[in-house]
């Protein structure tokens, strides 16, 4: 069963720590992840605190099936409220920190207040430390990662870090950790800068031993063989998700300059199986996780094998957002944002957007202080990058705001420009071809998500297939035959696969492991899974409402920051259908949309005139504690 959880807080203006201990029947309910970081931040977050204040908390969490070795489990949330959207914000991030945290003991490490200098904390079980970081500050995450390694005389700790755009506030700076991983999305970078924080830091440990070894053995003895049955599983593993870049320009759903098109000039040298057979070095994995999907790049003077290699969003946002089709560009523009701790969907997005403002003169060369921001020009990706980790006045001071913020200031068409949700820049799926998304995009509690919930081609899948079988264990769902459709079937479709993704950030589970359209292990395998490793008998009724109550906490948490259904809404440009490509003229109306999303309200128990989850739904979900 599901014992107490351990929750360290760290009280950074006196420098000082308590450890609390969270009794096993609340933790259940909230075993976790987003799950247990939202609780927390329900419980102590101020109402209408000022993201970059100290009244602001930042909460790292694992859950209780972190560390146990099995593919998939290596998972740690970062929680707070978004410097970017001003919502409940929360960013998952693999590798190998997330088991050796839970290994240390703890199950959250809630960060509380500003300290007055620069520190890092360092965690070695009982052994917490809040220690000097002054010398590190304003040093890239690798230097900084070596200098916290001698500093503790110790090459094995893990870390997580800010770079420079962290400490200085860029809305969409993200933590990074290994060089090559990150909590990306939300800001949580800049929140963690205002507390003058530098890094998180736990010594390595033995691993978390399994309540039932060998029940645990049984479930993953056959993993090869799993693997190797699954193409899905195949691709990933010798593709990484580049391969995904694949399957989108064959499709003809690649968006492409700054999402006017889904096509580019050149796509094929963006590939990820051009990227498999020209520049990856290898592939490394997370803790105990055998599918190895990161790829790490070599290209000499461009691209260090120390900062890993972009991912699918990645080569989009810096490849066909930005009409380039020069992959040592993207991997160079990968490499600089791990270093300084940017977001690579965001700061990839912006300078799409700021390439359209260039395009139609919009800005000038005398506004980008000589940078050509024309379509198709990777090489101005070094240079602006820097100056928008650094906040430089001009180009960079503007862009390091975001797109939606900058287009405020540049005003006119410039906010025709902005592909955002909340402010959060949309990730490379489109909804003209995924019109689930549509949804999600508009719904989710911190703008625009990628991985909020399963996509459209699970229900397009053979009716044989595990894509349909594993996703249809969750709700009974319509098959689609192609594209482009968006009824109350989808909505449920959102809503359902929302719940289970919700969960697995719940339960800090990848989704390419975890995930039901993916499938190297499913939702009775999960359920076996949280038995063998902690003895936690459970059902998918179960993990579902965890799901649930989640996304109704970050709801709710929402509300009380003033958000409703006006702001579910999405750029005016995804009501254009697809203008070129394999699938030119497919795409969804406003009107759909709107149906589609009252839809979702009725299945959600919110109220349709808010987006407001309803007093019935929260005293389902044990959430009337929430005012």
Same mark, same amino acid.
């Given at each position: ?10 009280d ?5 720590? %308590? ?5 096993a029947?609340?933790?259940?309910y ?6 247990l970081?939202?609780?927390? $931040? ?8 000022? +993201?970059m204040? +100290?009244?602001? #908390?930042?909460i790292f969490s694992?859950?209780p $099936? ?5 593919s998939g ?19 998952q ?14 199950d959250?490490v809630?960060?509380h ?10 965690i ?5 430390q809040?220690?000097?970081?002054? =010398?590190?500050w304003?040093?890239?995450?690798g230097e900084a ?6 500093? $503790?005389? @110790?090459s094995?700790v893990?870390?997580s870090i ?8 860029v809305p969409?700076?993200s933590?990074?950790?290994?060089r ?5 999305r939300n ?9 003058n ?10 691993p978390?031993?399994?309540a039932?070894?060998?029940?645990l053995?049984? &479930? ?14 195949v691709?990933t ?12 320009a ?7 300059y ?5 096509t580019m ?9 051009t ?7 290898k592939?490394?994995?997370c803790?105990?996780c055998a599918?190895r999907?990161k790829g790490?790049v070599?290209?000499?003077g461009?691209? @260090? =094998? ?8 990645t ?9 380039n ?10 490499? $600089?944002c791990n270093m300084?701790?940017?977001d ?12 359209e403002c260039f395009?139609k003169e ?21 240079p ?9 006045k001009?180009?960079?001071? &503007? ?16 906010l025709?420009?902005?592909m955002?949700?909340?402010? #959060?820049?949309? +990730?490379?799926h489109?909804? #003209?071809?995924? =019109? ?15 991985q ?12 044989d ?5 594993w996703?249809n264990?969750l ?18 479709f ?8 919700s969960m ?8 390419f492991?975890?995930?039901p359209?993916?499938?190297l292990?499913?939702?009775?395998? &999960?359920i076996?899974?949280?038995r ?5 008998? %459970?059902?998918i009724?179960?993990? #579902?409402?965890?799901?649930e ?9 929402n509300a ?7 702001h ?9 259908p ?20 009252? @839809?979702?309200y ?17 005293k389902?979900l044990?959430?009337d504690?929430i005012?």
């Amino acid at each position: 069963m599901i014992s107490d959880a351990k929750i360290l807080h760290v009280d950074l203006t006196n420098e000082t720590h %308590t450890v609390e201990v969270l009794p096993a029947d609340i933790y259940r309910y909230y075993p976790g992840g987003s799950a247990l970081g939202m609780y927390l $931040l329900l419980q102590d977050g101020a109402p209408g605190a000022d +993201p970059m204040s +100290p009244q602001n #908390q930042l909460i790292f969490s694992v859950s209780p $099936l972190t560390g146990i070795p099995i593919s998939g489990q290596s998972r740690m949330t970062v929680t707070t409220k978004s410097p970017l959207t001003g919502t409940a914000g929360d960013s998952q991030v693999g590798g190998f920190i997330p088991a050796h945290l839970k290994a240390n003991g703890y199950d959250s490490v809630v960060f509380h207040g500003r300290s007055e200098r620069p520190v890092y904390l360092y965690i070695d079980k009982e052994n917490v430390q809040i220690k000097d970081a002054t =010398p590190v500050w304003g040093k890239i995450t690798g230097e900084a990662e070596a200098w916290i390694q001698n500093d $503790l005389g @110790d090459s094995k700790v893990e870390s997580s870090i800010i770079g420079p755009a962290g400490e200085l506030g860029v809305p969409y700076s993200s933590i990074i950790h290994m060089r090559s991983r990150a909590n990306g999305r939300n800001g949580v970078g800049a929140v963690m800068g205002s507390k003058n924080l530098k890094a998180l830091v736990v010594k390595r440990q033995s691993p978390v031993r399994p309540a039932d070894p060998e029940g645990l053995k049984v &479930l993953t003895g056959n993993v090869k063989e799993r693997m190797e049955a699954n193409a899905a599983i195949v691709d990933t593993a010798l593709n990484g998700t580049a391969g995904v870049v694949d399957f989108h320009a064959d499709e003809g759903f690649l968006p492409s300059y700054n999402w006017t098109r889904g096509t580019m000039e050149g796509m094929d040298q963006i590939r990820g199986t051009t990227l498999t057979s020209t520049v990856l070095a290898k592939r490394d994995t997370c803790f105990g996780c055998a599918i190895r999907c990161k790829g790490v790049v070599d290209i000499p003077g461009k691209a @260090d =094998p120390e900062y890993g290699g972009p991912e699918y969003e990645t080569i989009s946002t810096f490849g066909s957002y930005c009409g380039n089709a020069d992959l040592a560009d993207i991997c160079e523009a990968n490499q $600089l944002c791990n270093m300084y701790g940017l977001d690579t969907i965001s700061c990839g997005a912006t300078i799409a957007f700021a390439m359209e403002c260039f395009e139609k003169e919009l800005l000038t060369l005398k506004d980008t202080d000589g940078i050509s921001l024309t379509f198709g020009n990777g090489k101005a990706f070094a240079p602006l990058i820097k100056k928008i980790a650094y906040k430089e006045k001009g180009i960079g001071e &503007l862009l390091a705001q975001g797109s939606a913020r900058a287009a405020e200031l540049i005003g006119g068409e410039a906010l025709n420009f902005v592909m955002a949700c909340k402010r #959060q820049e949309i +990730p490379a799926h489109m909804v #003209q071809m995924k =019109p689930n998304l549509a949804i999600n995009y508009a719904v989710n509690n911190f703008g625009a998500d990628h991985q909020s919930s399963e996509h459209d081609p699970a229900l397009m899948a053979p009716e044989d297939s595990n894509d349909w079988i594993w996703s249809n264990q969750l709700a009974d769902f319509e098959k689609v035959e192609h594209y482009g459709v968006l009824d109350k079937n989808k909505a449920k479709f959102a809503l359902e696969t929302q719940k289970y993704y919700s969960m697995m950030d719940s339960l800090c589970l990848c989704q390419f492991v975890w995930g039901p359209a993916w499938q190297l292990y499913g939702p009775d395998d &999960l359920i076996r899974f949280c038995r063998f490793g902690t003895g936690w008998e %459970t059902s998918i009724a179960e993990l #579902q409402e965890i799901g649930e109550r989640r996304i109704n906490m970050m709801r709710l948490y929402n509300a009380r920051e003033g958000f409703g259904r006006e702001h579910d809404v999405l750029p005016d440009r995804m009501f254009l259908p697809i203008p070129d490509g394999p699938n030119a003229g497919v795409g969804i109306t406003k009107e759909a949309f709107e149906a589609a999303l009252d @839809d979702y309200y009725m299945l959600a128990g919110w109220d349709p005139k808010t987006g407001i989850p309803t007093e019935k739904t929260k005293k389902r979900l044990g959430l009337d504690w929430i005012l």
